[in-house]
């Protein structure tokens, strides 16, 4: 069975450092990836997917990740943060007959 | 267009009571979900539908049931409440079952 791992439960960041989320996922053939963000009191939002193609993804709000099978990992990553990105972060792995699994989350924090 | 509507947005449910979350959709999706999220859990599977007139139970069905009548419908069905059911519900639809997954606005419910 599939399953994803997001080793950081929080990640304290700087305003107008780079991030990196990590997220590695474990399924047997080739995997489809997303990324969602969830604000305060707000369902999930789809920030970026991988299918297939260009191993490096562009998403909304300036995100960006990258699928790397040799290690089993879909990291998530921006440039600069801005305070508007603190939310939690999930990563997702498709496969199996109930759709989606998702790693546990990472709280991002964003100090001024 | 509206995407995914939950109602009620919130609930206060006395235990052994019964409750019908409502989930819809207008994007004509053929699979829905429903999770709950709960602290340092993540979001766990209750239900789940791949097409109208099928079900299939997640990774937390035990308390839950769901009915798929028609394509755009999936509400989740409390019988006799408990305390342990007090989370966050989340119902999301998806065109495939290895697509992205798009969430409604989440049902929070206390349970007493």
């Known amino acids: 069975a599939q399953s994803v791992t997001q080793p950081d439960i929080h990640i304290t960041v700087s305003e107008g450092a780079s991030l990196e989320l990590r997220c590695n996922y474990s399924?047997?053939?080739?995997?489809?990836l997303f990324w969602y963000v969830q604000s305060p009191g707000q369902g999930l939002q789809l920030l970026l997917k991988?299918?297939?193609?260009?191993?490096l993804v562009q998403g909304i709000k300036g995100f960006e990740a990258e699928f790397k099978r040799s290690q089993s990992s879909f990291n998530l990553r921006k440039p600069s943060v801005h305070w508007s990105d603190a939310a939690e972060y999930f990563c997702a792995v498709a496969g199996g007959a109930d759709g989606l699994t998702f790693g546990k989350g990472t709280h991002l924090i964003i100090q001024p | 267009t509206a995407g995914i509507t939950q109602a009620p947005t919130s609930q206060i449910l006395a235990a052994g009571r019964s409750m019908t979350l409502r989930c819809t959709q207008d994007m004509r999706h053929n699979a829905m979900y429903w999770y709950r999220q709960d602290l340092g859990l993540g979001l766990r599977l209750i239900h789940y539908?791949?097409?109208?007139?099928?079900?299939g139970k997640g990774e937390v069905p035990d308390g839950y049931s769901v009915s798929r009548a028609n394509t755009d419908d999936f509400p989740l069905t409390l019988a006799s409440a408990v305390p342990s059911q007090t989370s966050v519900y989340f119902c999301?639809?998806?065109?495939?079952?290895?697509?992205?997954?798009?969430f409604g606005p989440g049902t929070r419910l206390t349970v007493t």
């Open positions: 999301a639809s998806s065109q495939t079952r290895t697509g992205e997954q798009y």
């Open positions: 539908s791949n097409t109208a007139g099928t079900t």
């Open positions: 991988y299918f297939s193609g260009d191993t």
């Open positions: 399924y047997g053939a080739t995997p489809y």
